[in-house]
Nanobody, 118 residues
């Protein structure tokens, strides 16, 4: 079972940027497609982005397309989420997970809080 630790969240003004990281351990990282998800207060967890095992293929949710970029470094067992042009609707706890297509299949970590002020 893979263990996941998210980091990089914080408070940012609208229009700003943040870069999230997710460090994985416990199994061969390059064997897994990875994804980012988010959960805003009072809402269900939402798909944000996925990246293939090699990093050559990515997929984004409609609400973040063109603003967010997912990437990975298999040598560092880490997946990243670069978030640009942030707006208050992006405020949520962000989680990473192993995925099949856009469905999370592993255990959830603690997440990292992103708060965007207007």
């Amino acid at each position: 079972q893979v263990q996941l630790v998210e980091s990089g969240g914080g408070l940012v003004q609208a229009g700003g940027s943040l870069r999230l990281s997710c460090a994985a351990s416990g199994r061969t990282f390059s064997n897994d497609a990875m994804g980012w998800f988010r959960q805003a207060p009072g809402k269900e967890r939402e798909f944000v982005a996925t990246i293939s095992r090699s990093g050559t293929s990515t997929l984004y949710g409609d609400s973040v397309k063109g603003r967010f970029t997912i990437s990975r470094d298999n040598a560092k067992n880490t997946v990243y989420l670069q978030m640009n042009s942030l707006n208050p609707e992006d405020t949520a706890v962000y989680y990473c997970n192993t995925v099949i297509f856009t469905r999370a299949i592993g255990s959830w970590g603690q997440g990292t809080q992103v708060t965007v002020s207007s």
